[in-house]
């Protein structure tokens, strides 16, 4: 909306202005100190990531980022362009899929605790099938929007999951674990656009991006399961 009405760069200053407010808070809101727990070595931390286990972990949460991606990046393009939206409407799409992804973030995170397999190849199943029924339906009327919001509620549900399966793998490097987490999903920010783009520019159209996204997200559950697989090689639970 920001975008719209001041133009792309005010979206940027709004979005710089946030943070600052969020330095703030931190600084003011935030315990100092460890809570009385002994400093960490950086080399204890990083023996942990000899453990191949947790290495596709992290892939699997790059991929996952990526499909998502792929399509948000190209998400307003998509609902003008080929969904025949009005302008004014895009950001009201895009509200409802942030707060259905408040919603999936929400359950995901009661379901994980209880059933965290089932919850994330559930989630990520769910959401390459909508990626892909997006790519292929864009063109009826009111498909891409309800699409969209819906995707935001299942996509996120695989966010609880994802980041527990890190920490749990990684739980004598809770810092680096948090670090690299991080990275991995901004791998998934970089490489999704990408390779939406590069679909685009090959001239396979707006539609490309959303079938980009479900081929990626496959490959998160491709590793999932190697996850599974490599849990039960070591007798994880």
């Known amino acids: 909306m920001l975008g719209q009405q001041f133009g792309w760069r005010a979206t940027f200053w709004a979005i710089a202005v946030l943070a ?3 330095v703030a808070g931190v600084g003011a809101l935030v315990p100092r100190g460890g809570g009385g727990e002994p400093p960490r070595r950086l080399s204890a931390e990083l ?3 000899r453990r191949l286990r947790l290495w596709v972990a992290l892939g699997t949460t790059a991929l996952y980022q990526a499909g998502m991606i792929a399509l948000l990046a190209y998400l307003a393009a998509l609902l003008v ?13 895009q509200f409802g899929a942030g707060l259905g992804s408040i919603g999936g973030i929400l359950l995901g995170g009661r379901l994980a605790d209880r059933h965290p397999w089932p919850t994330l190849f559930g989630a990520l199943c769910g959401a390459a099938t909508l990626l892909a029924l997006l790519g292929t339906t864009a063109t009826l009327p009111g498909a891409a929007p309800a699409i969209a919001v819906g995707l935001g509620f299942v996509a996120f549900v695989a966010a609880a999951p994802l980041n527990a399966r890190v920490f749990a793998l990684a739980g004598a490097a809770p810092t680096l674990a948090s670090a690299t987490n ?4 901004n791998v998934g920010n970089a490489l999704g656009p990408a390779l939406g783009g590069l679909a685009i520019a090959g001239g396979l159209g707006l539609t490309a991006p959303p079938l980009v996204g479900a081929a990626l997200v496959a490959g998160a559950v491709v590793l999932a399961l190697v996850s599974v697989r490599l849990d039960r090689r070591h007798g994880a639970p």
Request: net charge neutral; hydrophobic share 65%.
């Open 20 to 22: 600052l407010l969020g």
């Open 47 to 49: 023996v942990t990531f």
């Open 81 to 93: 362009f080929v969904a025949g939206l009005a302008p004014g409407w895009v950001p009201v799409v």
């Open 182 to 185: 991080t990275s991995a999903f």
